[in-house]
């Protein structure tokens, strides 16, 4: 049912390089980086699915006995390995990912969201219209 050649066109490229670079507001960079996590997980879910397509045939032809069926489960279980493999690297790449997407989004400011200035200049004692620290 399954040889190596159809195995090998049926794996998703997963030698994508992915740069996250913010490209102004945050919306565009979340928009961006949920592309990216989208597309990722849907090389992962591709490695899976073949993952799964290949237990069963690995099931099939161990239930089988039959010698050649045997010998061809080698090959079926090596390229089980390797997409289990292929599945770390592809989450190991996302937590990367994310991290940097983390790290790179465009920080909102007050101006931006209309929250009030974080720094002690800025910080109004209760029941005063100074700001603490100020005389």
């Not at 913010?22 to 961006?32: I, K, L, N, V, Y």
């Not at 010998?71 to 990367?96: F, G, P, W």
């Amino acid at each position: 049912m399954s040889d190596p050649s159809s195995a090998a066109a049926a794996k998703p490229n997963t030698q994508s390089s992915i740069t996250v670079v913010p490209t102004g507001s945050a919306e565009e960079c979340d928009a961006e980086v949920w592309e990216i996590f989208d597309s990722s997980f849907s090389q992962v879910q591709a490695v899976l699915d073949r993952n799964r397509v290949l237990i069963r045939q690995v099931n099939e032809n161990h239930q089988s006995k039959i010698p050649d069926n045997m010998v061809k489960n080698v090959a079926l279980i090596q390229e089980l390995n390797a997409n289990i493999s292929k599945v770390v690297s592809l989450y190991s790449d996302l937590s990367t990912n994310f991290s940097s997407a983390f790290h790179l989004r465009p920080r909102t400011s007050p101006e931006v969201d209309g929250s009030p200035d974080p720094s002690p200049e800025g910080v109004v004692a209760p029941n005063s219209t100074q700001p603490v620290g100020s005389s």
